[in-house]
Structures are given as C-alpha cells and as structure tokens.
C-alpha cells in the first residue's frame, strides 16, 4: 500500500516491546484504542485553539474545531479524522516513533516488574497511548498536516510488527486522520451503536464536537458548566475516565465552585490507586487548566501543592488571562488563590469523609496515607487542618490503622502529658517490641507507627492538644509525676555496678550509655534514646543523607531483674563473661527486629549449645 516514494523506518526496541505486549499480552478492553485516538485528537484541538489566540499565521485558520469518525464497511475501515494541529514530518517521527507518554513507559515498567500483563488495572492506569490500535487492527495510516504553514502533508504507515513507511501526502486540511482496517475479529467496531455507545460512555464531555455521519453525538455543554445539580453520580465517573485515563472508578472527588477571591470551577478526583511513583520521579502531576473553556495547559503543577500530586482534574477560570505562558503561570497571583482553595476544600472533605465513611476514608488511607504524611512534614501552615487525616494503628486498637489524634487523646491517662508512638516495620512486631512493655502494663496507649515518614514527621511536631509526641525510645519520656519513678535511671551497686561499668567496656565500640531501669518487664534489655532527641533511624538518615558513614553508638538499657542480667552480675569477674556481656548488644538488635554482625553472633552463640549438649552416654 506504501507509495512509492514512501521510505521505511523501524520502531525502536521500545515501541517494538510495546506493540508485541499489545498484540499478544492484552486481551481485554480493546475499546480503548477510541478513546485514546479521541483523547489524542482532542489533545490537538486544544493546542490549535490556544495557539489561534496569538498566532494568525496559522494555516487553515478558519476550519472548524471537530472530530469526525467515519466508518466503511466494505472496506472495514474506521477513520478518525481532527482538525488540531496536525504533526510535521519530524514531529510525526519523534512523537509516533518514540514512546512519549511518560505514563507508557511506567506502565512498561510496570509490567516488568509484575509480570501481571493481562491487569486491566494496570492499562487503565496508563493507556498506551496511539500504539492501542495495533489491538484492533492489522494496519494504520496516519495522514496529517501540520498547522505550520510551510510545512508539507505526510503519510504514516504500519501493520505494526517492525517498522513504518513515510511518503508525502496530498491532505490539503489542518490535522491529522488516522485510518485502521480493522482485524476480522474486531469488526464489531464498524457499527454505529457500538460507537455512539461508546463515546458516550468514555468521550461525552469532550470539549469538541464528535462526529459521526455528521451527526454530533456527544455532549454539547462541557460537564463543568452544568450546575451540579444537573450532574449525576455517574456522569462525574465517566468524566473522570475520560480525563483521568483511567478505567476503574474514582474513590471520590470534589466539586468546586468559586466567586471570590477569583473566579473558578474545579472537578478533583482521587483515583482509587494512587500512582506508581519512581524515586525521584518528579514528572506527571496537576489539574488540566482552561481559561474561559478554553485549554491552555493539560498538567499544571501550580494549581495543586506537590503532597495533592494524586488528584486528577480540572479547572477552568475566568479570571486566567488566555495569553498565559508556562512562565507567567508560575507568578500568577489568581492560580495561587485557586491552590490555596482547592487544597482547602479538599482537605476538608477528605476530614469530613473521614467523620462521617470510615471504611472509605480507610481505603483512601491505605493508598494515599504517605502523600498526607508528606504534606504535613513540608507544609508547616497547612498542619494544623492535615494533622486530623492521620490515621494509625495503636496499642488499643487493631487490624486496621483507624486511631486519630484526637481519639488518643481522649483515651489518655491522668496526668499524661505525651502522645506515645513507637517506629517499626510492622504494628505486630512492634507490639511485642521491649519498649512496649511498660506502656502495655500501664494501660497508656501507644501509636504503632510503620512508615519510615513517621519517623521523620512525628519527630519534629508541635504538641498536638498540648501533649508532645515522644517516642517510646526516648530516655525522655514526659510521663506523669507518679510513673516518673519506674523510669528512671537506677543507681547500682556492688555486682551490678561492676556489670554496668563491665558491660561498657567490652561494648565501647557500639554502646554510649548503660544504664538501669525498672522499665523493662520481660525483655532483658533494650537500646533506649539516652539525648531524648532525634530517634536512631533519623540520626541515621541523615549521616547517611550527609554522606557519612559514621558507626552509629546507641545507648543501652538493662533489666536488673532480669535472670539473664543477674547471672551475668554474678560472673562479672569471671573471664568467659566477655562474650556472654557482648550478646546483651545481639540481643537489644534482635529485639528490635534487627540483626547486627550475623556471623559474630553466630560464634557467640555456638559455644552455648555445645555446652548443652549432654556428652555422657
Ligand atoms: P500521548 O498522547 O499520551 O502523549 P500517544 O502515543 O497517544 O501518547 O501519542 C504520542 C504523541 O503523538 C502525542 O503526544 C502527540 O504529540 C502526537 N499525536 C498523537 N495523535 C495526534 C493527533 N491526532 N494530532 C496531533 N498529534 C498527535
């Protein structure tokens, strides 16, 4: 079919990945090439409309703004033709020759890592952009001019296996028709309902009209000019799919309207799975923004703060000049009054979800509850409102992390002046950590904390309701006068003074302080926090953070009741005591969840069962 002065190119590895996975790897949801093609053609509209604001160079300038999808069935073609800004031979190559769409390459990512293909979840998620044709059909042409005048029409074909054809095109309108003969299988697509069907299930509110035997079907008034009480549950769903490119519903959103200070309409919503984020990935975030329903810019990064970056939407302004540029949006005074309000609102909704849905707030928790975290340690003046969304799991309650701030405040004890919280993997191991024992014993109510942002977060709080936040392996502990006694360091004699002054001797290299304290009910000892300060990990975050790599000494705590402690006060001038004292340091680790010097421990431990073995037979 290619012309003859057509000239062949092949995809690159990743596009050839890409289609092989689309041909033999996803076989649901084939409907979606439509949407994608629509959503690109749409894409394309809105840039050919906000350039024709500055530009009346534009070539083509007076053609309407529509989408036209023609059906053949004789030849079981589906045509999808826009009049947007049409691509330019070079922009066609680096655009369809390479995979753009960050979202695509995650979504790759993705399913290497999960080797879960087939998750309709995961497509959803991503989209796979314009290559989603290659489910349905056996060959694609791409006939597009570019709205740059001098810019001559070309030709684009592929049966998508290896490679693709260019030739110059005769096409005299802007944009760009993208024409699939469909595979035998999917012919299904060549018939009206089933379109109509399906734009009005995935394409309704686009803002163009789409056309079919030049008929319009979809919706004529965007969605977000309708008054909420015109909208439904429903058509606030499949509006998201459309915009958020997304297949599973929304966990909820939010329906903004503004007057005062500035004008706006915004549709937010929370996804039910929140992104799939690469470490220092900074890409992709922001609501879509158009100034009088006009698009100007698809993810603007200055209408949310960074911690909202899951939040997929919209908003349209009045009071946006149409001439912004990426620049002028940065310093616009009006989009920073529409992130200071849409933050509000949502975290107000997200709190009153929180009173009144606690198994849907949960679910938002357990997806989002790290972003919240986020916001709360970078954003000082928003604390106050975010500190109500935290949600943990405590000494008090199981299963799921459902206590609030609040809530532990009200269970406090008499004279409790501290909010207790303990740091570990997991809330199980840490209910059975040494530095529970205690608190368990009386009664005071500890938050299991799991999250290495935790550590960080709770560290450096405010009071929260005039109590501090303390964590439970501080030397430090805030408690009320009378319990101030079980806690304190005690002061030894005899044997057990010898043990201590012992003990950091031989453990100089890991330990600072030894100490003895009546707080440790079943555990011999444990590594307590003898400043009160930053907790271990964080001071190990940032000696790590700063490039040092400085052993780190902890301070150590000893049960002088327990049998363990007191057997090696009775043997403390005994010469095998050494490496008995040096399994109080294997122990605390162990304890904690953690094992130090595996191998060291090991030996420590060999001699001891050897001596148990019963030799005389
Ligand atoms: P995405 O649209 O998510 O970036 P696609 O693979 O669907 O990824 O498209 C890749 C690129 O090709 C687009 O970003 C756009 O630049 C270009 N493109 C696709 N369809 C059109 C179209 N109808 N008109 C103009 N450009 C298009």
Same mark, same amino acid.
């Given at each position: 079919?290619?012309?003859?002065?057509? +000239?062949?190119?092949?995809?690159?590895?990743?596009?050839?990945?890409?289609?092989?996975?689309?041909?033999?790897?996803?076989?649901?949801?084939?409907?979606?090439?439509?949407?994608?093609?629509?959503?690109?053609?749409?894409?394309?509209?809105?840039?050919?409309?906000?350039?024709?604001?500055?530009?009346?160079?534009?070539?083509?300038? @007076?053609?309407?703004?529509?989408?036209?999808?023609?059906?053949?069935?004789?030849?079981?073609?589906?045509?999808?033709?826009?009049?947007?800004?049409?691509?330019?031979?070079?922009?066609?190559?680096?655009?369809?020759?390479?995979?753009? #769409?960050?979202?695509?390459?995650?979504?790759?990512?993705?399913?290497?890592?999960?080797?879960?293909?087939?998750?309709?979840?995961?497509?959803?998620?991503?989209?796979?952009?314009?290559?989603?044709?290659?489910?349905?059909?056996?060959?694609?042409?791409?006939?597009?001019?570019?709205? @740059?005048?001098?810019?001559?029409?070309?030709?684009?074909?592929?049966?998508?296996?290896?490679?693709?054809?260019?030739?110059?095109?005769?096409?005299?309108?802007?944009?760009?028709?993208?024409?699939?003969?469909?595979?035998?299988?999917?012919?299904?697509?060549?018939? +009206?309902?089933?379109?109509?069907?399906?734009?009005?299930?995935?394409?309704?509110?686009?803002?163009?009209?789409?056309?079919?035997?030049?008929?319009?079907?979809?919706?004529?008034?965007?969605?977000?000019?309708?008054?909420? &009480?015109?909208?439904?549950?429903?058509?606030?769903?499949?509006?998201?799919?459309?915009?958020?490119?997304?297949?599973?519903?929304?966990?909820?959103?939010?329906?903004?309207?503004?007057?005062?200070?500035?004008?706006?309409?915004?549709?937010?919503?929370?996804?039910?799975?929140?992104?799939?984020?690469?470490?220092? @990935?900074?890409?992709?975030?922001?609501?879509?923004?158009?100034?009088?329903?006009?698009?100007?810019?698809?993810?603007?990064?200055?209408?949310?703060?960074?911690?909202?970056?899951?939040?997929?939407?919209?908003?349209?302004?009045?009071?946006?000049?149409?001439?912004?540029?990426?620049?002028?949006?940065?310093?616009?005074?009006?989009?920073?009054?529409?992130?200071?309000?849409?933050?509000?609102?949502?975290? @107000?909704?997200?709190?009153?979800?929180?009173?009144?849905?606690?198994?849907?707030?949960?679910?938002?928790?357990?997806?989002?509850?790290?972003?919240?975290?986020? $916001?709360?340690?970078?954003?000082?003046?928003?604390?106050?409102?975010?500190?109500?969304?935290?949600?943990? #799991?405590?000494?008090?309650?199981?299963?799921?992390?459902?206590?609030?701030?609040?809530?532990?405040?009200?269970?406090?004890?008499?004279?409790?002046? &501290?909010?207790?919280?303990?740091?570990?993997?997991?809330?199980?191991?840490?209910?059975?950590?040494? #530095?529970?024992?205690?608190?368990?014993?009386?009664?005071?109510?500890?938050?299991?904390?799991?999250?290495?942002?935790?550590?960080?977060?709770?560290?450096?709080? +405010?009071?929260?309701?005039?109590?501090?936040?303390?964590?439970?392996?501080?030397?430090?502990?805030?408690?009320?006068?009378?319990?101030?006694?079980?806690?304190?360091?005690?002061?030894?004699?005899?044997?057990?003074?010898?043990?201590?002054?012992?003990?950091? &001797?031989?453990?100089?290299?890991?330990?600072?302080?030894?100490?003895?304290?009546?707080?440790?009910?079943?555990?011999?000892?444990?590594?307590?926090?003898?400043? $009160?300060?930053?907790?271990?990990?964080?001071?190990?975050?940032?000696?790590?953070?700063?490039?040092?790599?400085?052993?780190?000494?902890?301070?150590?705590?000893?049960?002088?009741?327990?049998?363990?402690?007191?057997?090696?006060?009775?043997?403390?001038?005994?010469?095998?005591?050494?490496?008995?004292?040096?399994?109080?340091?294997?122990?605390?680790?162990?304890?904690? $969840?953690?094992?130090?010097?595996?191998?060291?421990?090991?030996?420590?431990?060999?001699?001891?069962?050897? +001596?148990?073995?019963?030799?005389?037979?």
């Amino acid at each position: 079919m290619a012309s003859s002065t057509a +000239e062949s190119f092949t995809f690159k590895t990743e596009i050839q990945e890409l289609l092989h996975l689309i041909v033999h790897t996803l076989y649901t949801h084939q409907e979606i090439f439509l949407r994608e093609l629509l959503s690109n053609a749409t894409d394309a509209l809105s840039k050919v409309q906000f350039e024709s604001l500055t530009n009346a160079e534009l070539y083509d300038k @007076d053609q309407p703004l529509q989408i036209d999808i023609k059906l053949d069935e004789k030849l079981k073609m589906i045509t999808i033709e826009d009049t947007g800004l049409g691509m330019t031979r070079d922009s066609l190559i680096e655009q369809i020759g390479t995979i753009a #769409h960050s979202g695509t390459k995650k979504f790759l990512a993705e399913l290497k890592q999960s080797k879960n293909v087939d998750s309709p979840e995961l497509i959803g998620q991503f989209g796979v952009g314009f290559y989603s044709v290659f489910m349905v059909a056996d060959y694609v042409t791409i006939e597009t001019r570019s709205m @740059d005048r001098d810019a001559a029409a070309v030709r684009w074909e592929s049966d998508g296996t290896g490679s693709y054809t260019l030739a110059p095109s005769d096409r005299r309108k802007r944009g760009t028709e993208i024409t699939l003969k469909l595979k035998p299988e999917y012919e299904e697509f060549l018939n +009206e309902h089933r379109i109509k069907h399906l734009v009005s299930q995935y394409s309704n509110y686009l803002p163009f009209p789409v056309m079919l035997n030049d008929e319009r079907i979809n919706e004529k008034e965007a969605l977000w000019r309708k008054s909420k &009480a015109d909208i439904s549950d429903d058509d606030y769903k499949e509006f998201y799919k459309q915009i958020g490119s997304d297949y599973q519903d929304p966990l909820f959103w939010e329906d903004i309207s503004s007057e005062a200070p500035v004008q706006f309409r915004s549709i937010a919503y929370i996804p039910k799975r929140a992104p799939a984020e690469f470490a220092g @990935d900074d890409s992709d975030h922001g609501l879509k923004l158009y100034a009088k329903r006009v698009f100007i810019q698809d993810q603007c990064k200055q209408l949310i703060p960074r911690f909202l970056r899951f939040l997929r939407g919209l908003v349209d302004s009045e009071d946006i000049p149409l001439n912004v540029s990426r620049e002028t949006i940065q310093n616009d005074r009006n989009i920073l009054k529409i992130n200071k309000i849409i933050t509000k609102k949502i975290i @107000d909704a997200l709190r009153k979800k929180g009173d009144s849905d606690e198994a849907a707030y949960l679910e938002f928790w357990k997806q989002y509850g790290r972003y919240i975290k986020e $916001g709360v340690h970078s954003e000082i003046d928003l604390r106050d409102k975010l500190l109500p969304l935290l949600r943990y #799991h405590s000494t008090k309650e199981s299963d799921v992390p459902s206590v609030t701030l609040s809530a532990y405040v009200e269970r406090k004890v008499e004279g409790q002046e &501290a909010i207790y919280y303990a740091i570990g993997e997991s809330a199980d191991q840490l209910r059975k950590s040494p #530095h529970l024992e205690f608190f368990l014993e009386q009664g005071i109510e500890v938050l299991l904390a799991t999250d290495p942002l935790d550590d960080l977060m709770l560290g450096q709080l +405010e009071p929260f309701q005039e109590l501090a936040f303390v964590n439970v392996e501080s030397g430090e502990l805030k408690l009320p006068e009378r319990l101030k006694e079980e806690t304190q360091p005690i002061e030894v004699e005899g044997e057990l003074k010898q043990l201590q002054e012992k003990v950091k &001797a031989t453990l100089q290299e890991h330990i600072n302080e030894v100490r003895f304290s009546k707080q440790l009910k079943q555990s011999p000892c444990r590594f307590y926090n003898a400043d $009160g300060g930053m907790s271990h990990s964080v001071k190990k975050m940032m000696l790590q953070f700063e490039g040092m790599g400085v052993p780190m000494k902890r301070d150590l705590e000893l049960n002088p009741e327990h049998p363990f402690v007191l057997s090696l006060a009775k043997q403390v001038e005994d010469e095998g005591v050494t490496d008995r004292i040096k399994l109080l340091y294997h122990l605390a680790n162990l304890l904690e $969840g953690q094992v130090a010097e595996p191998q060291e421990l090991a030996q420590l431990i060999i001699p001891l069962l050897v +001596e148990e073995t019963p030799t005389d037979q």
